[in-house]
């Protein structure tokens, strides 16, 4: 932390910086995808508000949307760099990690050892405001 390039960083007085806390998070997502190079950004996302608000910081990586239904994926499928996964709702942020891991090998999204972000809320409840963000391996 001492001689970071983030300590003199003031957020808080750019006029461009995020004004939510969905947008704080698609805007630390975005950073974190630069600066640690992962496979993808997977969003867990009731709506798809999550992740139409990460994919609006173009990330250089992909973006898979963890979604609770087939209507939620067709509309996300839409936006640009989403790939939509139905999963149904899942009751814990352990069981979402353990279900996303598992299908993303199977879809060959990522291999063994590749690196992603998880961006989601805990407690996994798909109605609140993301909230976690984390650097996870496959």
Not at 20 to 45: F, H, Y
Not at 111 to 120: E, L, S, T
């Given at each position: 932390?001492?001689?970071?390039?983030?300590?003199?960083?003031?957020?808080?007085?750019?006029?461009?910086?995020?004004?939510?806390?969905?947008a704080w998070m698609g805007?630390?997502?975005?950073?974190?995808?630069?600066?640690?190079?992962?496979?993808?950004?997977?969003?867990?996302?009731?709506?798809?508000?999550?992740?139409?608000?990460?994919?609006?910081?173009?990330?250089?990586?992909?973006?898979?949307?963890?979604?609770?239904?087939?209507?939620?994926?067709?509309?996300?499928?839409?936006?640009?760099?989403?790939?939509?996964?139905?999963?149904?709702?899942?009751?814990?942020?352990?069981?979402?990690?353990?279900?996303?891991?598992?299908?993303?090998?199977?879809?060959?999204i990522l291999h063994k050892?590749?690196?992603?972000?998880?961006?989601?809320?805990?407690?996994?409840?798909?109605?609140?405001?993301?909230?976690?963000?984390?650097?996870?391996?496959?």
């Amino acid at each position: 932390t001492e001689n970071s390039k983030w300590d003199d960083v003031a957020f808080a007085l750019d006029p461009k910086a995020p004004q939510s806390q969905r947008a704080w998070m698609g805007s630390i997502a975005r950073l974190l995808a630069d600066e640690s190079k992962p496979k993808c950004i997977v969003v867990a996302t009731a709506s798809g508000k999550s992740a139409q608000n990460i994919s609006s910081f173009r990330p250089e990586v992909p973006i898979v949307a963890i979604v609770p239904s087939v209507t939620i994926a067709r509309r996300m499928a839409l936006v640009w760099a989403v790939e939509p996964i139905v999963l149904g709702r899942l009751t814990s942020l352990d069981k979402l990690n353990a279900k996303v891991s598992q299908e993303l090998l199977k879809k060959k999204i990522l291999h063994k050892g590749d690196a992603y972000i998880v961006v989601a809320s805990d407690p996994l409840k798909f109605d609140t405001l993301p909230n976690v963000i984390e650097l996870r391996k496959a």
